[in-house]
């Protein structure tokens, strides 16, 4: 079992930047890849980014490439999500996730935080 807390979310204008932490509980963080998601208003949830169990792999949507940038800390049971040049696009509440499998696949994450709000204002 993990559980996910997600924190850093706010309001910001565009062109500004924000850092996500998502902290797990239990032992096994490290044993799992993790993932970042986000919603918005009336859409799908949708993937933005993911990292490895060892940090050595990272992929990120299409949309958010050069501007997001996913990290983690192992021995601070930590996933960050660095955001710069935010858009007013990025509004949504964004989530971490944890999994087994190396995917972007929504449905393959068994864990999941709560949710923190990003607002970026025009």
């Known amino acids: 079992q993990v559980q996910l807390v997600e924190s850093g979310g706010g309001l910001v204008q565009a062109g500004g930047s924000l850092r996500l932490s998502c902290t797990a509980s239990?032992?096994?963080?490290?044993?799992?890849?993790m993932g970042w998601f986000r919603q918005a208003p009336g859409k799908e949830r949708e993937f933005v980014a993911f990292?490895?169990?060892?940090?050595?792999?990272?992929d990120y949507a299409d949309s958010v490439k050069g501007r997001f940038t996913i990290s983690r800390d192992n021995a601070k049971n930590t996933v960050y999500l660095q955001l710069t040049g935010l858009k007013p696009e990025d509004t949504a509440v964004y989530y971490c996730?944890?999994?087994?499998?190396?995917?972007?696949?929504?449905?393959?994450?068994?864990?999941w935080g709560q949710g923190t709000q990003v607002t970026v204002a025009s």
């Open positions: 990292i490895s169990w060892s940090g050595g792999i990272t």
């Open positions: 239990g032992r096994t963080f490290s044993h799992y890849h």
């Open positions: 996730a944890a999994t087994m499998s190396s995917t972007r696949t929504l449905s393959r994450y068994n864990y």
